[in-house]
Nanobody, 127 residues
């Protein structure tokens, strides 16, 4: 079992920045692609960003490309999401997740590929 805990969410004004962190514990060994997803009230969970174990392969949703940066520190078993130039439409609960089955340096954007999920952290952006 892998346990993921997100932190860093909160309230921010449009144009501001927030940095989310996800700490992994438990069975963290092995190849693991990590991703961030978000879900707004009444909407489906959507892909935000994903990063391979080596950090050599990264993919972003078009809606956040150029504003958000995903990174990871394997020695610390953490993955982060730096969110810049926040917009009200970024308001959602943000989840980190692990795609354990991904091949090395392969990233996938579909939520169904991810095996373990954190509890989520709320991000609210006001106009």
């Amino acid at each position: 079992q892998v346990y993921l805990v997100e932190s860093g969410g909160g309230l921010a004004q449009a144009g501001a920045s927030l940095r989310l962190s996800c700490a992994a514990s438990g069975r963290t060994f092995g190849i693991n692609t990590m991703g961030w997803f978000r879900q707004a009230p009444g909407k489906e969970r959507e892909f935000v960003a994903t990063i391979s174990w080596s950090s050599r392969t990264i993919k972003y949703a078009d809606s956040v490309k150029g504003r958000f940066v995903i990174s990871r520190d394997n020695a610390k078993n953490t993955v982060s999401l730096q969110m810049n130039s926040l917009k009200p439409e970024d308001t959602a609960v943000y989840y980190c997740a692990q795609d354990y089955s991904a091949a090395p340096d392969v990233v996938r954007v579909a939520a169904e590929h991810y095996d373990y999920w954190g509890q989520g952290t709320q991000v609210t952006v006001s106009a």
